[in-house]
């Protein structure tokens, strides 16, 4: 972990040179000073040797990077995945797990492929208990399969490319009568068809808004009241990731990554999406 604080911390400086090259205005001069402030505590914080210290200055970075991000109604916030990934960082520091994986899910939902949130997001997901529902991580694999977050465009392009590989390939195969050639194509054909197929298997199926739990230890109910039975034995607790099925009055609708499904307040979410994110 040191050495991600110390890449953060590079890119929290960077950032502030940024600022600082730009014509000084009332916009960036509050911003400057936020980012200046949100350092100071972040330090601070690293320095502390007393628990309670070193809580409170995680906690006063992490709000400091929050109004950076956030604005206020006379200034836009600023929102890019290594802020949010320094906001995660803080709120980790400050041991607010699910404001911390809400932070680089946020980062992720910017960038799916920033490196840094994709890390701190798989150690923060280990903090959680053993039985808690992870989303699975995707690999090459996956995203060569449309199964990844960037996947669509990336794997439609693939697909261009692949169709356009076996038309050549068939081509000159014909016009040369080069057998093994003619294989190649119809292999890439075979290929271009299953692609295609499983493509449109995994997105034409509901899509769900992804949501994080930020309350602490929930019971997840089998319906929408209080006075239901558990879903789980355990609470479910803060940082659990979720999908959204419904939302009705008080109560939301939730998939959990294993599939199972439960009733949660709905004040106890807040949706992942950053050009939306707003608590339930």
């Known amino acids: 972990m040191k050495q991600s604080v110390a890449i953060t911390l590079l890119s929290i400086w960077m950032l502030a040179l940024t600022q600082a090259a730009r014509p000084a205005t009332d916009s960036t001069d ?7 402030d949100a350092i100071r505590e972040y330090r601070a914080a690293l320095d502390a040797h007393e628990r309670d210290e070193r809580l409170a200055r995680f906690r006063a970075a992490e709000n400091f990077f929050q109004r950076l991000i956030a604005g206020d109604d006379d200034h836009s916030g600023v929102r890019n995945p290594d802020l949010y990934v320094n906001l995660g960082n803080a709120a980790l520091g400050a041991e607010r797990l699910g404001a911390a994986i809400l932070a680089y899910q946020r980062a992720l939902h910017i960038d799916p492929q920033h490196a840094r949130a994709q890390q701190n997001l798989r ?3 280990s903090l959680l208990p053993d039985w808690v529902p992870r989303p699975r991580e995707h690999n090459w694999v996956d995203s060569l399969l449309a199964g990844a977050p960037l996947a669509p465009r990336r794997f439609s392009i693939a697909l261009a490319v692949e169709f356009l590989a076996a038309a050549l390939c068939f081509a000159i195969a014909l016009r040369w009568r080069i057998g093994w050639l003619r294989s190649v194509a119809v292999l890439l054909a075979i290929a271009w068809t299953l692609g295609g197929l499983w493509y449109l298997y995994t997105n034409t199926g509901p899509t769900y808004e992804k949501a994080v739990v930020i309350a602490d230890d929930l019971l997840a109910r089998s ?23 419904e939302i009705r009055e008080d109560w939301a609708h939730v998939r959990f990554a294993d599939s199972r499904d439960g009733w949660l307040p709905r004040g106890a979410l807040e949706t992942i999406d950053s050009g939306n994110h707003r608590n339930l």
């Open 223 to 245: 319906a929408d009241s209080p006075r239901a039975p558990a879903r789980f034995p355990q609470p479910v607790p803060t940082g659990t990731e979720v999908e959204l099925i």
């Open 123 to 125: 150690h923060a997901r």
């Open 30 to 36: 509050i911003r400057s000073r936020q980012l200046q």
